[in-house]
Each structure stands twice: as C-alpha cells, then as structure tokens.
C-alpha cells in the first residue's frame, strides 16, 4: 500500500471509531454481542446512513471518477474491528464500499447535470453569436 492509501485507511479507521456504534468491546466480554445490544443494522441502512453523515461524504470514498480501493476499505476496516468480529466486520466493509458507490452515483448525476448546463449555455451563446452575425 502506498503513502495516500495509508492515510486513507487512517481517516477512515478515526471516522469508524467516532460514527459507528456497533463496534464490539475488544476488551469487554469474552462471549460477543450480548443480549441488551441493539441488533446489526442493514448493509442498505448503514450505507443510507453513511451517506447522509456529512463526516463520512468528506471523506470523499466515492467520488464521480470511481471508488475506493475496496482493500483499503478492508484495511481501515481492520483496524478497527478485528475480523474474527465477523458480522460487524463484514457490516462495516460491505456498508462503507455500498455507500461509496451510492456517493459516485450522487456525483456521477451532478457532474452529468453541470455538463448538460455547460452544452446548454454554449449552444445559446454561439445561437445569439449566429443571430448577430445575421442581423449585420
């Protein structure tokens, strides 16, 4: 792994420790989840979740041009939550690479907006150039 994808995983691991709350207790008790714990969100709901978190859209993992690197999301992932955590590990990584995608879509359909806004305005500078021209 490069130096930026490093970092990468860095940003993301500090944005998982603060934002998610189903983190297990490393530490804590040596059987897992435990009853009072709230069950595991959706892949979809943690991702709608996520992409509505103004933190986590900073962290720009999914962007018009593609996605992150799904090991670094794996990495940062680990960092965190220790895959022998499977189900929350697994939740994390799956939720975390859904909404990147749904955040590359969002801006897909921005980018493709301004540029039809860019077509439009230049055909209707050059039409009022042509009618100019004509009226001359």
């Given amino acids: 792994m490069n130096q930026a994808q490093l970092a990468k995983c860095d940003q993301i691991a500090d944005f998982l420790r603060r934002r998610i709350t189903f983190?297990?207790?490393v530490y804590g008790h040596p059987w897992g989840r435990t009853a009072w714990q709230q069950p595991l969100p959706s892949v979809d709901q943690l991702a709608k979740d996520l992409v509505a978190d103004a933190e986590f859209r900073s962290l720009q993992l999914g962007t018009w041009l593609g996605t992150t690197d799904g090991e670094v999301i794996e990495t940062a992932v680990g960092m965190v939550i220790p895959p022998i955590y499977r189900p929350e590990y697994d939740l994390a990584v799956d939720g975390l690479k859904r909404a990147a995608r749904l955040q590359q879509q969002?801006?897909?359909?921005?980018?493709?907006?301004?540029?039809?806004s860019v077509i439009g305005a230049s055909l209707f500078a050059a039409g009022v150039v042509a009618l100019g021209r004509s009226a001359a």
């Fill in 106 to 116: 969002a801006g897909q359909e921005v980018a493709g907006k301004v540029a039809l």
């Fill in 23 to 25: 983190i297990p207790n």
